[in-house]
């Protein structure tokens, strides 16, 4: 896949930062003169304050370094920093926002890196895009610094884990950002200064590169996870490794450039996985407590698992949900049924051939990308691929809980392929429901059918997973 765009990190990367505790003492007023504003007042000085918020923004960090889940900044302030001193959201909302750019402004000193204006001027004049991804609290502070340091003009977009709700390592936020800009992560290169979220999220998309640039800020998380495409010093040494990139391209002939289907889309489970022991958990936790459902309990379950596949409700709202169904409302007995719950979902077993299969389709040159009804986060079945030696493979995941419809609407399969700069025709969807399919097909793309329905209807049939590579649509 030919080279497209550069992203970037924004703190480490496009700027250095540092922080001290002097310097956050010494910017504390300006905390106090925003919660006066609304007619908030904190009885503690400024020592007390600045360790409150220092140490209240840290375990908040704690949390969602481990949920990927960034949070809307009332909720940061009341539940992590003011938590114990009864404020609440509703009385923080209006100052929440500027409470988070004060943080990130007055308790760090950022600089822009010297050379990044050349840098990005040279950068576009290769023809390549350039955006951001960055992990932030606050709505606005990345803007205003783009802004402050006059390289604005250069990036777009700007996704921010505080718009997008996760965070990187997550590696739904650069499926994100790819999709903005309607490219395949395989054509995009991604900088950045932490391993353990930058390298190892844009990987986990499936970026073609993903290179650290030292930073020495140490925020006390070990730095792992994954190995840089290259670590460079100065940002002036990325340009001779996009310049060899786009040598390379202007060499290589992919096997796809002369067939009709350039990309292919598969559902997930029963294509790429299965669970082989499918809600054994859940039946043994019914069975031991002697559980009897509501009458209408599978009509009840079908309208909670809508819910969840559109986003409507989380994955654990809707476990425990579903617990409820069974006239359970002890709280340890409703997490005992959540984690049966949790186990079934997560039990997989990849279906034999994938991983061989899906490489030798990477490596002749096609998109690959995954349409999955799923209320389970992308970064976990993509943990369950990578244990399966192909994670990375992926130029796009939609997934119904991020898009907000489901299959078989055709809104999810234009997303698929559109997002990623292609048309219907170019396009071939692997799936195994009769009514998937037909979505499918009412969106103009080929289908293929492999552990299908008895009444599916496809272009294609297909036994073994491993036979795709001999079909003559794909070779064609």
Sequence with gaps: MQLKAVFFDVGGTLETYRSSPELRLENTHHFRECLAKAGIRVDEDDKQLSQRITTGIANYQKWNRQSFIELPSDQIWAKYVFADLGISEAELAPIAEELSFIHETRYFLREMRPEIPWVLEQIRGMGLLTGCISNTHSLTQVPFNLKRYGIDSYLSPVVLSSAFGGRKPDPSIFYHAARLVNLPTSSMAYVGDKINRDILGSKRAGFR??????????????DLGAKPDAVIQDMRELLPILDKALRKDARTHTAVAGCKIKGIFFDAGNI??????????????????KLHAVANVKEEKRKLKDLAFHGSIDRYEFYERVIRLYGVTDPAMLAEGVNAMLLDATSVEIIDGVPETL?????????LGIISDTATPIQVKLSWFDRGGFGDVFDTFISSKEIGTRKPDSLIYQEAYRKVGLRQEESVFVGHKASELSGARKAGMATIAF???????????????????NLKILNS
Aim: no cysteine.
């Design 209 to 222: 590169l993903s290179i650290k640039i030292q930073h020495p800020f140490d925020d006390g998380d070990p």
């Design 272 to 289: 790429l996985y299965h669970k082989p022991r499918k809600g054994i958990h859940m039946r043994r936790f019914i069975a031991r407590h």
């Design 359 to 367: 490489k030798a389709l990477k490596k002749k040159g096609f998109v």
């Design 451 to 469: 552990n299908y329905d008895k009444n599916a209807r496809a272009d294609i049939f297909i036994q073994n997973f491993s036979d795709l590579l």
